[in-house]
């Protein structure tokens, strides 16, 4: 079992006590790749730093989340090109659009959003999208820009049929994550598993955020981690009425494919066997 998870937040503070630890149970929960979201400047200087002391195993993106679109300016967005053109960077993003929270005016994160992908179909990454309560906005914008980005992802998709149908026809692939396992805002998102292609499926815990609620043992700090990643495996498969393994399989390959990550290590691998 080899599983991949393409978001989390490595970076965060909540991980500054025991960072290595939680990276050491990932591993030994068979998560053998985890792609480091960077969601602003600082962040994605962390993310990259993180990568690139654990080779092969880590990756990060480049990017500014639209809660921080605000402090997209010239000076760092000259640094994000410099920084995604690094080969331990495997995408661009988070990007997107936050209507939910509203941290950043709406034209600065289009501004910021329009900017990175521009960023991206420049140096041939795909894109890591983040998207709350903004999807005809986030459409259109990426409707107009989709033929010259090589591909992405619409990380942590919660949204409706209607939506997946729309993200799918855009080429996109689709990041799943504990909010399925969510039985009060995340039992919509079930019967559409079956409606996703296995090769634009991919995984993701978006640690140190949503925790899956279902979790049998759920740490008493709240804080989720990608050890976690095989219980929303599970959930997944279990939506999709397929094994696990074939899930684990499928989802890996789709998240290798699209970030152009390397084969695990096979010594990594058979600490799983
Ligand atoms: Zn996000």
């Known amino acids: 079992m080899a599983l991949i998870d393409i978001g989390v937040n490595l970076a965060h503070d909540s991980f500054d006590r025991d960072r290595p630890e939680v990276i050491a149970r990932a591993l030994a929960a068979g998560v053998v790749q985890m792609i480091v979201t960077g969601a602003s400047g600082e962040s994605t200087r962390r993310a990259i730093e993180l990568a690139e002391s654990h080779p092969a195993k880590l990756f990060a ?4 989340h639209p809660h921080h679109a605000a402090e997209l ?3 760092l967005a000259a640094e994000l090109e410099e920084l995604a053109a690094r080969p331990s960077v495997v995408a661009l993003g988070e990007c997107g659009l936050d209507y939910y ?5 709406r034209d600065a994160q289009r501004r910021a959003f329009v900017r990175q992908l521009e960023l991206a179909a420049r140096i041939g990454k795909p894109v890591f999208l983040h998207q709350r309560d903004a999807h ?8 107009e820009h989709r033929r010259a980005l090589v591909g992405g992802v619409a990380h942590c998709f919660t949204g409706s049929a209607a939506e997946l149908e729309e993200t799918l026809s855009l080429d996109l692939a689709i990041g799943i994550t504990g909010w399925i396992c969510d039985e009060r805002r995340g039992a919509h998102l079930r019967p559409l598993m079956r ?7 991919m995984i993701e815990t978006d640690a140190p955020y949503l925790l899956p609620r279902d979790l049998e043992r759920k740490p008493a700090s709240r804080r989720n981690e990608p050890a976690y990643l095989a219980h929303i495996a599970r959930v997944v498969a279990r939506a999709r009425g397929v094994e696990f393994g074939a899930l684990a399989e499928t989802t890996a390959a789709a998240a290798r494919a699209l970030f152009g990550l390397p084969s695990p290590l096979m010594r990594d691998l058979e600490l799983h066997e």
């Not at 929270?101 to 005016?105: K, L, Q, V, W, Y």
């Not at 409606?195 to 499926?201: K, V, Y």
Request: proline fraction near 7%; charged fraction near 30%.
């Open 61 to 64: 993106t480049a990017g500014v």
């Open 195 to 201: 409606d996703i292609p296995a090769a634009r499926l």
């Open 136 to 143: 005809a906005d986030f459409t259109a914008i990426l409707r």
């Open 73 to 75: 300016d010239g000076e």
């Open 101 to 105: 929270r509203d941290f950043s005016p």
